[in-house]
């Protein structure tokens, strides 16, 4: 409820104040109670009542793609997923849906071994890439949703994933451009804002 009215107040706010589009990306603020605040990591924010907070961290959280709506949408209930997460911003943010898998291809990852270190998001999707047929749409899905994987399963911000590697959230759009993590990728849209107009 917390995360669905974050995200109906911030959005509110920005029709009724006339704010330009790009402020859904860019804004650095957001609308939070105190278990929200929390949640986050924003302090000084006491009671229930939602109120508008400046955020402490810009490389951390902003505008609409921080927002645990967005992110706990996107996710599976154990873990995050950069593919769900790509494909959420490439059909809602940049407006270009990738096709649908082809019949007959696998979209479950291989499971992990059992024993040393289990192999890291980013490892199993590159077993799923070595797939030709995979792996035209994939370059364009994962980096997308690699650029998101600093937020954990409910958007709180972490360094290590569920199995306690370390995050790597570097990715490139098929242009060549870098994109580093959440950060990367909201300068990849405040960039280019016809695109996501």
Known sequence: EAFQQE?????????REDRGIMTLISADYT?????????????????????????PNASERGGLLGHGALLAATSYPDRTSPVLRGKWLLDNIFGM???P?????????ADTK??????????????????AVCATCHA????????LESFDVLGGWRTKDEAGNPVDTAGAWPSGR????????RSL???????FA
Not at 101 to 109: D, E, N, Y
Not at 140 to 147: C, L
């Open 7 to 15: 995200t109906e107040l911030f959005i509110a706010s920005t029709l």
């Open 31 to 55: 609308f939070v109670n105190e278990r929200l605040a929390r949640h986050y990591g924003i302090a000084g924010v006491y009671g229930s009542r939602f109120r508008k907070v400046t955020l």
């Open 178 to 185: 870098k994109i580093d993590g959440f950060v990367g990728l």
């Open 97 to 99: 849906p990738p096709p």
């Open 140 to 147: 364009v899905i994962d980096p997308m949703g690699f650029a």
């Open 114 to 131: 059992r024993g040393a270190r289990p192999p890291t998001i980013r490892e199993r999707l590159e077993q799923h890439r070595n797939n």
């Open 101 to 109: 898998p082809p019949p007959g291809v696998s979209t479950t990852l």
């Open 189 to 195: 849209l405040v960039d280019n804002p016809e695109a």
